[in-house]
C-alpha cells in the first residue's frame, strides 16, 4: 500500500513538472530573442 502511494507520488510529480518545463523553456527563449 505504501509503495503504491509512493509510486502514484512520484508519477505525479514528474507528469506535473515535465509540462511546466517546456513551456517555462520556450518562454525564456522567446523573451531572450525578443530582448536582443
Known sequence: ???ED???QET???TSTAPQSLPT???CIKEMKSGT
Open 25 to 27: 523553456q520556450m518562454f
Open 6 to 8: 509512493t509510486t502514484v
Open 12 to 14: 505525479h510529480y514528474t
Open 1 to 3: 500500500m505504501e509503495n
